[in-house]
């Protein structure tokens, strides 16, 4: 059983790199180019042109690995139809802002229809298809309860939450999809720990396409994964956490890769808050994200990208830590290492629109010409 998640983690990251090698010259030969955003840090400026779409080999590395193991069981063959499908949304995003050479693909509204779209089928696969239960597990309690309709909503807030908190990472060489390694590994490890072997060799697999990918994406990258990786990544890391909470009472399964991307998520909830509070689109790019701050602080990308690395396996060994706890003390762990977070991340700006956004600017100039 042991061996079976490291033969999945090899095979996938290995293949990974084998297509990597084939498909930057093709990209590159294709144009499919980043455009850097004006209002990114200036550091950035240099990727420009860096080719995109990474996502591509990563996600057809996974598929590859699944079909040869004839992984036939149906919650993984939904997982992947579904994976396929937000691989395909980002793709078209990425395909769009190569075509007509600017950094703005599909617009936030066509972007969320499509990933309404693909967590409601998620809905219907899994509950009419398996014939799995209107039900979650309470997280640090032995319940779970019904939730009735209420859970098509309730699915559709963490897919497309967790969908936009990963893409929103990806914005330094190997920071989203270092990231997404640790968390990964770490539900992959819970899985191993409880027998939960559907999921966990699904989840290995992509974790082993993320190490592959960090060949060619760590500082300096050789290209970018596009939103073709981030979407379906954190689409990964939302459907198995809710898949595992309907299969099992078990609430672990829910807690341990939502709390592992507690910086993503976190970072992800305080942006929406500063632009709400600072009167911008909630979908408004700005560069007063956490890794933008620490930037700012004169930290290298490696530095940042390092701590980056060191909060997510934090938050993942805390993750695995409080599902052998107790219920009061599971829950105060996570909420003290969350506030003392956030107090940090207050502390270093994220809650100010320091810099402003280009909605700011544009609505900035617009008063100006008015005048």
Same mark, same amino acid.
Not at 26 to 43: C, T, W
Not at 194 to 210: E, R
């Given at each position: ?20 090698? =084939? ?160 968390? =990964? ?187």
């Amino acid at each position: 059983m042991e061996s079976n998640y490291l033969i999945y983690l090899a095979e996938s990251a290995a293949l990974t790199v084998i297509l990597g090698f =084939f498909a930057i010259p093709l990209l590159k030969k294709l144009k499919a180019r980043q455009s850097i955003r004006e209002e990114g840090p200036k550091s950035h400026r240099v990727k420009n042109g860096t080719p995109t779409m990474g996502g591509l080999f990563m996600l057809l590395a996974a598929v590859l690995v699944v079909i040869f193991n004839k992984m036939i069981d149906p919650s993984v063959l939904w997982l992947l139809f579904l994976t396929l499908g937000h691989g395909v949304l980002g793709f078209l995003d990425d395909y769009i802002k190569a075509e007509k050479k600017r950094n703005l693909g599909l617009t936030a509204k066509q972007k969320m229809l499509g990933q309404i779209i693909l967590a409601v089928l998620f809905c219907w696969g899994v509950v009419d298809t398996l014939h799995l239960p209107y039900s979650i597990a309470i997280p640090f309690t032995n319940m779970d309860i019904s939730i009735g309709l209420l859970y098509y909503p309730f699915v559709v807030l963490v897919i497309v939450g967790a969908s936009n908190a990963v893409n929103l990472t990806d914005g330094l060489d190997g920071l989203a999809s270092g990231c997404c390694v640790i968390a =990964f590994s770490a539900y992959a490890l819970y899985c191993y720990m409880t027998g939960f072997n559907d999921l966990g060799y699904f989840i290995i697999i992509l974790a082993g396409a993320c190490i592959g990918f960090l060949f060619f994406n760590y500082h300096p990258a050789k290209i970018f994964m596009g939103d073709t990786g981030s979407m379906f990544l954190g689409y990964i890391i939302a459907a198995v956490s809710v898949m595992g909470s309907m299969k099992t009472a078990a609430a672990a399964v829910l807690v341990v890769p939502l709390v592992a991307l507690a910086v993503p998520i976190t970072d992800t909830f305080l942006a929406i808050i500063r632009r709400k509070s600072s009167g911008v689109p909630i979908f408004s790019p700005d560069k007063n994200h956490l890794h933008h701050r620490l930037l700012a602080k004169g930290l290298t990308q490696k530095q940042v990208v390092l701590i980056m690395y060191a909060l997510t396996a934090f938050f993942s060994c805390v993750a695995l830590l409080v599902i052998h706890l107790r219920t009061l003390m599971g829950i105060a762990i996570v909420v003290i290492a969350l506030i003392l977070f956030i107090l940090w991340a207050r502390k270093l700006g994220v809650m100010k629109e320091i810099v402003p956004s280009p909605y700011q600017m544009e609505h900035k100039k617009d008063k100006k010409e008015e005048k």
